[in-house]
């Protein structure tokens, strides 16, 4: 059976999305700082890289 990579930035469709993955992240024991770095990194792909104009308060189409 084959392997298929596992990209979360193809499941961080919204505002809301996002804010439950960001919180589930921090919520990991000792802050886990290199699981929130990449869980930062994935809502960035998400959004096609970071741009100006993206508002956490709107949603995303």
Known sequence: ???RTHDASEYLRTAVDVAA???AAMEKPDGAPRL???A???VA???DGVSAD???HEEQP
């Open 1 to 3: 059976m084959p392997v």
């Open 21 to 23: 993955y960001l919180n």
């Open 36 to 38: 929130l770095m990449k």
């Open 40 to 42: 930062l990194r994935n």
């Open 45 to 47: 792909a998400a959004q």
């Open 54 to 56: 993206w508002s956490p």
